[in-house]
């Protein structure tokens, strides 16, 4: 039983920066698996990135390399992704997602997670 709360999303201008956050509650937190993702109109749903319970992160999806950061902290059952460096083809309603179990190799998939907030939305004009 998990609920999750994404905030944080905004509109700013290219080359800015924007922290998300998605607060998370259930019993089962510290042995899930917690994921972003994104989705623009027309658009189908990309993977960003996903972390473990310990810490350890997947790969980054190769448009946010190098400028997006995921971190958790789980005394405050929080999951955090640090934006920097904007661009426009970042806008996106930003989910945050959890699975009850790491899945090694199926992680950048939608259907592997039973748990999803409602979205926030970013917005970055250029």
């Known amino acids: 039983q998990v609920q999750l709360v994404e905030s944080g999303g905004g509109s700013v201008q290219a080359g800015s920066s924007l922290r998300l956050s998605c607060a998370a509650s259930?019993?089962?937190?510290?042995?899930?698996?917690l994921a972003w993702f994104r989705q623009a109109p027309g658009r189908e749903r990309e993977f960003v990135v996903a972390?473990?319970?310990?810490?350890?992160?997947?790969p980054y999806a190769d448009s946010v390399k190098g400028r997006f950061t995921i971190s958790r902290d789980n005394a405050k059952k929080m999951m955090h992704l640090q934006m920097n460096s904007l661009k426009p083809e970042d806008t996106a309603v930003y989910y945050c997602?959890?699975?009850?179990?790491?899945?090694?190799?199926?992680?950048?998939?939608?259907?592997?997670?039973?748990?999803w907030g409602q979205g926030t939305q970013v917005t970055v004009s250029s």
């Open positions: 972390i473990r319970w310990d810490g350890t992160t997947t």
């Open positions: 259930g019993r089962a937190f510290n042995t899930d698996t």
């Open positions: 997602a959890a699975d009850q179990a790491y899945r090694r190799n199926t992680y950048y998939l939608s259907r592997s997670y039973d748990y």
